[in-house]
């Protein structure tokens, strides 16, 4: 069993910058990858970005790709996403997820996050 809390969100005016952390609990937090997804009112939950249970792979949405970056620190169970250069369409409210498997379809993600809101204002 592995529980998520997500921080980090905000209001932020076009072209800032936020950091996204989100903690999880348990010992087995590296052996899991790790995924952001984004959900804004209206439309359906997206895939942002994923990484390995290592770090080691990374993966991106087109839409965020050159502009967000997502990391961990295993020895703090904890994995970010760092949101550069945002725009107005990125207002979501974000979700971690975790699972054994490295994808970018959230049906591959057992466990979730609350959510936490980011808007981006114009």
């Known amino acids: 069993q592995v529980q998520l809390v997500e921080s980090g969100g905000g209001l932020v005016q076009a072209g800032g910058s936020l950091r996204l952390s989100c903690a999880a609990s348990g010992r087995t937090f590296s052996s899991y990858a790790m995924g952001w997804f984004r959900q804004a009112p209206g439309k359906e939950r997206e895939f942002v970005a994923a990484?390995?249970?290592?770090?080691?792979?990374?993966y991106y949405a087109d839409s965020v790709k050159g502009r967000f970056t997502i990391s961990r620190d295993n020895a703090k169970n904890t994995v970010y996403l760092q949101m550069n250069s945002l725009k107005p369409e990125d207002t979501a409210v974000y979700y971690c997820?975790?699972?054994?498997?490295?994808?970018?379809?959230?049906?591959?993600?057992?466990?979730w996050g609350q959510g936490t809101q980011v808007t981006v204002s114009s």
């Open positions: 997820a975790a699972d054994l498997l490295f994808s970018d379809y959230d049906s591959e993600y057992d466990y």
């Open positions: 990484i390995s249970w290592s770090g080691g792979s990374t």
